[in-house]
C-alpha cells in the first residue's frame, strides 16, 4: 500500500532556502520536555503498573507530561495474531487498545485508521490512527503502532483526553474560504479552492494543549505563485496558521561546479540511463554509460529514463557524435542541464540502492533548470526548479548538494507508509541526504559566487527544544546535525565506508514512518532493530543514543545521561541529635545500552556555604525499577545550614547526581528550630512585589509558569510565581539587569533571620551572568562563576528546590526587605529564575532568644508599672530596663538604669513597680544578658520598648506574692504579658531602677 496520498492529498514544495515571508508553520508541534521525577511518578502509576501486569512485561515507556500517556513505548514483541492484510492489523490493534484503555485515554471509536503500510523486506507494519473528537480529525493527534513479525513492539500515543464535546463552528466553508484568501498574502489574485475541512488544531499552552476548532483550507495561485495551507478559526475567522507549499525563492546562497560546485574542478564521467539514437533504433545508456547501438552517427537529449532536463532559458540541450564514444560539454547543453542530470542520477542510485520498494526512484522527474523567474534558490514541488546565475549566487543547478536536497524532499514524501509529512523534518531529511552522499557537514560550498562557505553546516550541535525558531531548515539542522553525528561515531569504530551502509539504512526506512524531529529516535531504533523485540536493544542502539541524545532528541529528551538519579530533597531539621536520611533511586534510561546496575554512591555535603565539602558513602540494593542507595548525613547542630549533593556511579563507569549541577547548584536545607515571620506563596495575588530593569528590559512576570526555555511546567505550590519570562520564549533578555523586590517584610524583635524560597533557576557561568540576592541592599547570595579560561559552568536546577539564606537585620529597623536580580551579558541566555513560596523565619538563635517581645510600660498608682517575661534561655545572666526624656535607648548603656535583675529565671513573667517623680513622657527599653555577656539587640517599640506616661493608676490593681516582696509596701503591681509571637520564646517586661537578685 502506497500511503502518502492518504497523508497528504498533494506534494509539497522545498526549497533550498528560507522562503523571504513571514509565514507561520500551520502545524505547530508542542514542544516535548521530559523531567526526571515527574517520569518516576507515571512509570509508578497504576495505569501503567496494570499494563506491565499483563501483555506489557518487560516494556518501557517515556510519558507525555500534559496526558499522562505514553509519548513512546516499547518493549519485547507482543502477539497480535494474523497481521496478513490492513484489515486484520487494524482489527488486532483495535482489540490490544480495548484490552488496555488506558493506555490511548480515549474511546477506541475515535480513533480512525489513517494508514497502514507494509514493508516487506523488514516484515513490518506501520500503522497510524488518527484522533476525532465529536467526528472532527484532530490535526497530528492520535496513534502510531509498529508491528514486527506479527507482533506489537512499539506504539506512540499523541491523544487529548478529556474533550468530548465541541462548540458549534460558526463560520461556514465558503466563508472559511474566504477568510483564508483576505486574511493571506495573495488576497487580491484568484486563489483556485484545493478543499476544506474542519479540524482541530493543537495549541501548545505551556504545561496545556488547547484545541482551536478550525477551517483547514488549500488554496492555488499563478501569481504569486503558491499553493497555500491555511487553518481559519471557526468562530471568529482568525487566520491560525499559514503556509505556502511553493515557497518564494528570494533567498541568497552560493553554489558549486559540476563534481560538486562550481569551483573549477570538472570531472568526466560516464552519464547513466540518459537515450541514444539512430535514424532506425534508439537505447538507453546503463548504470555507467554503456550503450549497444548499431550505427555511426548517434544523438542523445538529456531526456532520460529517470529525469527530464528542462531548459526555461533556452534551447534543450543536445548531442550528436560520431565514432564509439560523446562527451556533453557546455557547447552542447548549458553547464547546468549537464550537471543537474549527473547529480540527480548520483542521488537516485544511491536511494534505489537502498530503498527500490520506494516507486520514486525508478519514476521520471523534471527538473527545471536556468529559471530566471528567481535567483539564489532551488524547490521541489514535484518537479525540481533550479535559479539561473544572479543576484551573487552561482547556478543552483550546478551545485551536487543542492540538487540532492530538492530531490529527496520527493523521496521522502513518497517514502512515507504511516504518519505525517513533517515541514522541518523534511528539511533535515533532505539536508542529510547530502551529508551521506558528500561525507560533509557543509551544506552547498559555492552557493555564493566566490565563497567555499556553504550556506548550512550540520556539525555544531543544535539542540531540541532550545535551538527551535519556527524555521524549517533551520529546525531541520536539529534532525540533519545528529545523522551527522551518528555517522561520524560509527566511521569511528567500524570505518568510513561499513558506516555510511549502516546509516543510510536506517535513515531510508526510519523516514518511512513520518516522524517529526522528537520522534526521529523511535523511528531509528525501530529501524535498527533486528529481532522485533526492543527491549535487548539493537546492534546500533548506544551509539543511536549517543548521537540522539546530543541534540536533546535521544531515548529520554533532553536528558543526556543514560541513567537517572530520582532524589527527593531533604527539608528542614530538627535539632534532636539524630543523623539525617539520605533516599534515591538510580534508574536507567536504557535498559540495553550499558548497564544501570550502581558500582557505589555518596553524599557530599557542606556547612560552610560550600567553601569545604565532606563526603559519606551510601548503602545500595536493588530496587522495583532500579538501584536504591540509601544512607545518613551526620546529625547536625541548631543553626546549621547544610548544601549537599548525591551522587552514584555506576558498573560501567557513568556518573549521574542529583542535582545534575552537584556543587554548582546543590541542594539546601536548614538544622534547628523556625518560627515563621512572612510566607508569600503569590497566589491570592503578586504579593506586592515590584520589579524594574537597572539595565535592559525588565522581564519579571506573575502568573503560571508555562514550561517554556527551561521553565518549571507548574508552580512549586499552586498556580503562580514570579519569573523571569514566564510567557514568550522562557529565557532572560542579553544586556538587562532587571530586578524583582518584595515588600517590607516585619522581622521585629530578631535580628537573626533565616530566608528560604523555592527556586527553579537557570543561569550562565556567573563568570558571564550573575544571579544574586540582596537583602536590605547588599548581596547575600549569588550564582557559581569560574573564570574566562572556562566560563561554562551554567547553574540549571532541574527541579523545584528549596534556597536557605542565613541573614541578619543589619540596620536593626524590624524590616528587610528583598531583591532578586540577573544581570546579564550579550550572550548565552538561560531560563533565569522562577520563584515561589518566599518564607522569613526567625531561627532559635542566642540574640533571638534574647528578645523580649512584651514589654509593657503603663500607668500605675502611683507612678509607673512595668511587665515583661524573661528570655527563656538557660545560660540567661542578667535583664536591665533604661529609659530616656529625648528618645529610646539604643543599648543597655544609653540612658538610666531603673531596674537591674540579677540571675533572671528563664522565662518567668515579671511584674514591676516604678516610682517616678518626673510624669512627663519617658521612652524605656528592655535589655538581657546571656552568661557570655551577649546582649538583645535593636529597640523595637511594641515589643521590647514602650513610650509610657506616669499617672495616678489603680489604687485597686495589685500584683503577684514574689512581685510584692520587692515592691514598695504602699502600693501593688501586677504583669499581664501579651502572647509571645515565636514558640520558643517568651515575653519579657521591664522593672525600674532596683536590684533583684533572683532566690
Known amino acids: 500500500m502506497h500511503a502518502a496520498a492518504l497523508l497528504l492529498g498533494m506534494l ?17 508541534q508542542p514542544i516535548q520536555v521530559f523531567d526526571a521525577r515527574r ?8 495505569p501503567w503498573r496494570a499494563f506491565l501486569q499483563t501483555e506489557g512485561a518487560g516494556w518501557r515507556a517515556v510519558f507525555d507530561e500534559t496526558t499522562g500517556l505514553p509519548f513512546r513505548a516499547w518493549g519485547p514483541g507482543i502477539a497480535l495474531g494474523s497481521t496478513r492484510s490492513a484489515h486484520e492489523v487494524e482489527s488486532a490493534l483495535r482489540a490490544f487498545f480495548a484490552r488496555h484503555p488506558a493506555l490511548t485515554g480515549v474511546d477506541a471509536g475515535s480513533l480512525n485508521l489513517a494508514s497502514a503500510g507494509y514493508l516487506e523486506r523488514r516484515d513490518t507494519w506501520y500503522v497510524s490512527f488518527e484522533e476525532t473528537i465529536a467526528g472532527v480529525p484532530v490535526v497530528g493527534g492520535g496513534v502510531d503502532a509498529r508491528i514486527v513479525g506479527g507482533r506489537l513492539v512499539f506504539l506512540r500515543v499523541k491523544t487529548h483526553p478529556g474533550l468530548g464535546s465541541l462548540p458549534r463552528a460558526l463560520l461556514d466553508e465558503p466563508r472559511a474560504l474566504r477568510e483564508a484568501v483576505g486574511r493571506g498574502p495573495a488576497p487580491w489574485v484568484v486563489h483556485k479552492p484545493l478543499g476544506s475541512r474542519l479540524v482541530l488544531l493543537p495549541r501548545d499552552e505551556g504545561p496545556a494543549v488547547a484545541l482551536d476548532l478550525a477551517w483547514e483550507v488549500r488554496t492555488e495561485t499563478q501569481v504569486p505563485r503558491g499553493r497555500w495551507l491555511s487553518y481559519v478559526d471557526a468562530h471568529d475567522g482568525t487566520l491560525l496558521g499559514l503556509r505556502n507549499e511553493i515557497p518564494h525563492s528570494t533567498g541568497r546562497v552560493l553554489a558549486t561546479h559540476d563534481t560538486r560546485a562550481p569551483d573549477g574542478h570538472m570531472t568526466t564521467s560516464g552519464l547513466p540511463w540518459a537515450p541514444v539514437s539512430t535514424p532506425t533504433s534508439a537505447t538507453y545508456t546503463d548504470a555507467d554509460g554503456y550503450f549497444d547501438l548499431v550505427g555511426d552517427t548517434f544523438t542523445s537529449s538529456l531526456v532520460g529514463e529517470h529525469v527530464r532536463v528542462s531548459n526555461r532559458s533556452g534551447a534543450e540541450g543536445s548531442l550528436t557524435f560520431t565514432g564509439s564514444e560523446g562527451t556533453w560539454t557546455s557547447a552542447a547543453a548549458s553547464q547546468a542541464e549537464i550537471d543537474v542530470f549527473v547529480f540527480v542520477e548520483h542521488v537516485r542510485t544511491w536511494a534505489a540502492g537502498w530503498a527500490p520498494e520506494v516507486s520514486y526512484t525508478d519514476s521520471r522527474i523534471t527538473a527545471n533548470v536556468n529559471d530566471t523567474s528567481f535567483t539564489c534558490n532551488a524547490y521541489y514541488d514535484g518537479s525540481l526548479n533550479f535559479a539561473i546565475h544572479g543576484s551573487g549566487c552561482n547556478n543552483t543547478a550546478r551545485i551536487a548538494d543542492v540538487v540532492y536536497h530538492e530531490w529527496c524532499h520527493g523521496f521522502h514524501y513518497y517514502s512515507l507508509v504511516s504518519g505525517t509529512f513533517d515541514y522541518s523534518a523534511s528539511e533535515g531529511i533532505a539536508d542529510s541526504c547530502s551529508v551521506l552522499l558528500t561525507d560533509d557537514s557543509v551544506i552547498a560550498p559555492y552557493f555564493y559566487q566566490g565563497y567555499a562557505s556553504g550556506i548550512r553546516d550540520l556539525a555544531p550541535n543544535r539542540v531540541y527544544p532550545d535551538d527551535l525558531t519556527g524555521e524549517s531548515h533551520n529546525d531541520g539542522l536539529i534532525f540533519g546535525g545528529t545523522v551527522w553525528d551518528l555517522l561520524q561515531i560509527l566511521e569511528e569504530e567500524i570505518g568510513d565506508e561499513e558506516a555510511n551502509d549502516v546509516v543510510s539504512d536506517i535513515f531510508v526506512d526510519a523516514i518511512k514512518a513520518g516522524f517529526t524531529i522528537p520522534e526521529s529516535y523511535d523511528e531509528f531504533v525501530l529501524a535498527d532493530d533486528d529481532d522485533g523485540d526492543l527491549s535487548n536493544g539493537t546492534p546500533h542502539i548506544c551509539e543511536i543514543v549517543e548521537a540522539f541524545t546530543l541534540h536533546g532528541i535521544g531515548p529520554m529528551g533532553g536528558l543526556s545521561a543514560l541513567v537517572v538519579f530520582d532524589h527527593e530533597p531533604i527539608e528542614n531539621q530538627t535539632a534532636n541529635g539524630r543523623p539525617i536520611p ?18 557505589e554512591a555518596w553524599v557530599v555535603w557542606s ?13 545500595v540494593y536493588p530496587g522495583l525499577d532500579g538501584d536504591e542507595v540509601a544512607g545518613t548525613l551526620p546529625a547536625q547542630s541548631e543553626g546549621t545550614t547544610v548544601l549537599y549533593y548525591v551522587e552514584a556511579e555506576t558498573t560501567e563507569g557513568v556518573s ?15 538544622v534547628g528550630d523556625l518560627e515563621t515571620l512572612y510566607f508569600e506563596d503569590f497566589e491570592a495575588d503578586d504579593g506586592g512585589y515590584t520589579s ?35 510567557s514568550q520564549d522562557g529565557a532572560y533578555a542579553n544586556d538587562c539587569f532587571p530586578v524583582l523586590t518584595s515588600v517590607a517584610i516585619p522581622v521585629a524583635p530578631f535580628p537573626d533571620l533565616v530566608v528560604q524560597f523555592r527556586r527553579y533557576l537557570g543561569v550562565e557561568d556567573g563568570y558571564y551572568d550573575d544571579a544574586t540576592l540582596d537583602v536590605d541592599g547588599e548581596t547575600v547570595w549569588r550564582n557559581h562563576a569560574t573564570n574566562r579560561t572556562v566560563g561554562d559552568e551554567h547553574h540549571q536546577d ?17 524590616f528587610i526587605t528583598l531583591a532578586w536580580g540577573l544581570e546579564a551579558d550579550p550572550g548565552l541566555t538561560l531560563n533565569g529564575w522562577t520563584l515561589d513560596d518566599v518564607t522569613v523565619y526567625a531561627p532559635a538563635s542566642t540574640p533571638n532568644r534574647l528578645a523580649v517581645t512584651d514589654f509593657q510600660a503603663s500607668e500605675g498608682v502611683p507612678g509607673l508599672r512595668l511587665s515583661w517575661t524573661n528570655p527563656d534561655l538557660d545560660d540567661l545572666d542578667r535583664v536591665v530596663v533604661v529609659f ?25 513573667a515579671i511584674a514591676r513597680y516604678a516610682p517616678v517623680e518626673d510624669l512627663d513622657t519617658h521612652w524605656f527599653a528592655v535589655f538581657a544578658v546571656d552568661a557570655a555577656g551577649t546582649w538583645s539587640q535593636g529597640v523595637y517599640p511594641g515589643y521590647n520598648a514602650d513610650q509610657g506616661t506616669a499617672g495616678p493608676g489603680d489604687p485597686e490593681d495589685t500584683g503577684d506574692d514574689e512581685s510584692q516582696e520587692d515592691a514598695p509596701t504602699e502600693c501593688g503591681c501586677g504583669a499581664s504579658p501579651r502572647p509571645a509571637s515565636a514558640g520558643w520564646l517568651v515575653a519579657l517586661g521591664l522593672g525600674l531602677a532596683w536590684r533583684r537578685r533572683r532566690r
Open 12 to 28: 509539497p514544495a522545498h526549497a533550498i532556502l528560507p522562503g523571504e515571508e513571514a509565514l507561520f508553520p500551520p502545524v505547530p
Open 39 to 46: 517520569q518516576v511518578d507515571f512509570r509508578m502509576g497504576a
Open 582 to 599: 539520605v533516599h534515591g533511586t538510580v534508574l536507567p534510561i536504557s535498559d540495553v545500552c550499558g548497564s544501570a546496575e550502581v558500582a
Open 607 to 619: 556547612t560552610d556555604g560550600g567553601e569545604t565539602w565532606e563526603q559519606t558513602d551510601l548503602e
Open 656 to 670: 549521574v547526581s542529583a542535582p545534575i549541577g552537584a556543587d554548582i547548584s546543590p541542594f539546601a536545607f536548614y
Open 692 to 726: 524594574t530593569a537597572l539595565e535592559g528590559r525588565d522581564d519579571w512576570e506573575w502568573g503560571a509558569p508555562q514550561g517554556i526555555g527551561g521553565d518549571p511546567r507548574e508552580a512549586y505550590s499552586g498556580s503562580n510565581v514570579w519569573g523571569n519570562d514566564l
Open 798 to 814: 532541574d527541579q523545584w528546590t528549596l534556597a536557605s539564606v542565613r541573614v541578619t537585620d543589619a540596620d536593626l529597623d524590624g
Open 884 to 908: 530616656r526624656d529625648d528618645r529610646y535607648p539604643t543599648h543597655p548603656e544609653d540612658g538610666t538604669l531603673i531596674w537591674e535583675e540579677l540571675d533572671a529565671a528563664p522565662g518567668e
